[in-house]
């Protein structure tokens, strides 16, 4: 099972309270927050923009290898990652997918779209027809 769950470092600002999160896997991803909530909560936007950020370079993504606190996008986001990623992979065409979910191509340019929010069934959907299957997990927060 894939996962887009890099480890964060949390240090302390030097100035006044609160936090800064870096990931040393994702050098892109870099954040602050007020409070370790906060902190947190933009940490997984940071994330989820540099790793969707690289898909938009054609990069690949980083190999998750740091230690620290695991970090996680969004799941819409995560979704949305896994279906461009997938999509890649596969080697059809946006028509191609268009057809196997019988929508238009401009549904299929959207749902491949890093900028375009997309519903998490809708992304559920894509990654079906590419043979893929969307796994959401719960885990307790830190």
Known sequence: MKT??????????QQSDGYVVS?????????????????????ADALGIALLTYLQL????????????PITPDAE????????ETF??????QSELARRLGKNEKEVRRLLDADHRSKISSLNEALSVMGQRLVIGLAAAE
């Open 58 to 69: 054609d990069r690949a993504l980083p190999t998750a290898q740091a230690t620290g606190i």
């Open 23 to 43: 990931f040393a896997d994702v050098p892109e991803a870099i954040t602050e927050g007020d409070t370790l909530g906060e902190a947190r909560s933009m940490a």
């Open 77 to 84: 986001v995560a979704a949305k990652i896994a279906v461009i």
């Open 88 to 93: 890649r992979a596969s080697g059809i065409s």
């Open 4 to 13: 887009y769950t890099y480890a964060a470092l949390f240090e302390p600002k």
